[in-house]
């Protein structure tokens, strides 16, 4: 089943203490990119990558690092976690392939709680 | 920076109703235009997606429309259900020098009457 995994579901943090959002993709899909959700602000662009080895910031960037190694990886890590990082995170897919960029593909979302 | 503007911002019908949905957005340099629902809580469902070449898209009871020039997309829902209750997203995806860049809108909540 094509599908895009997000882990951990839910998590309850404390200021500070460095976490890291795992996303896998299992379709070889080039682009992926993740995107925070919160109250009366709506979904925003946090980073996104192009391929392995490419990475571009989004709206909100600040307070979040990327890396693509593999292809179908694309963690999203805290390195200090703040109480302003509290969000519904969002990480989704697409075929990027020159003209063709097909569907975006969305996992099922990580509840963040920095306390 | 895009810019998107979903109208109207929140909209509650009979059941039985044909619904327009509104998206607009200021940089008709895009590769593409997806169309989402979003229960609350849950995660986004795609529903349309449709390619800068592309005018139209169907599928069912939904059919999406793209005027890239103008920098607007339509959602039409035909015969309106209560299941069709939830908030509805656009997100335009960007070329030109914004390439690789998706701006959502902040959405239509959408509430069927039975």
């Known amino acids: 089943e094509a599908q895009v995994t997000q882990n951990p579901r839910y998590l309850i943090t404390v200021t500070g203490k460095k976490l890291t959002v795992t996303c896998s993709q299992n379709m070889n899909h080039e682009y992926m990119s993740w995107y925070r959700q919160d109250p009366g602000l709506g979904l925003r662009q946090i980073y996104y990558s192009m391929n392995v080895e490419v990475t571009d910031k989004g709206d909100v960037p600040e307070g979040y690092k990327v890396s693509r190694k593999e292809k179908r990886n694309f963690p999203l890590i805290l390195e200090s976690p703040s109480p302003n990082q509290t969000s519904l995170y969002f990480c989704?897919?697409?075929?990027?392939?020159?003209?063709?960029?097909?569907?975006?593909?969305f996992g099922e979302g990580s509840r963040l709680t920095v306390l | 920076k895009q810019e998107v503007t979903q109208i109207p911002a929140a909209l509650s019908v009979p059941e039985g109703e044909n619904l327009v949905l509104n998206c607009s957005f200021t940089d008709s340099a895009i590769y593409n235009l997806q169309w989402f629902r979003q229960d609350p809580g849950k995660g986004l469902t795609s529903l349309l997606l449709i390619q800068s070449s592309q005018r139209e898209q169907t599928s069912g009871r939904l059919n999406a429309s793209l005027d890239k020039s103008s920098g607007r997309s339509t959602l039409y829902i035909a015969a309106s259900q209560p299941g069709d209750s939830a908030t509805y997203l656009c997100a335009p995806f960007a070329g030109g020098t914004s390439y690789g860049k998706l701006t959502f809108g902040q959405g239509t909540i959408l509430t069927v009457h039975p």
């Open positions: 989704a897919s697409r075929i990027w392939s020159g003209e063709d960029t097909g569907e975006l593909f």
